[in-house]
């Protein structure tokens, strides 16, 4: 396989993993404030990102 084509498949994992930690935070922002009615447990919430989305989901 050519050096492009590694830097490419590389960008677009990157680029999917950046996307997917942004949805998280923002899932877990909403679900906690859905939840709590608190924009500082939202902030919180939302720097755990898919751990709380998981625990939520598990507990709830």
Do not use: D, Q
Request: glycine share 8%; aromatic share 16%; no cysteine.
């Amino acid at each position: 396989m050519s050096n492009n084509r590694k830097e490419g498949k590389t960008t677009v994992v990157e680029k999917t993993v950046r996307s997917g930690i942004s949805f998280g935070s923002a899932l877990a922002m909403v679900i906690s404030y859905t939840a709590w009615h608190s924009i500082g447990w939202a902030i919180f919430h939302g720097l755990l990102s898919w751990v709380y989305v998981i625990y939520y989901a598990l507990v709830h």
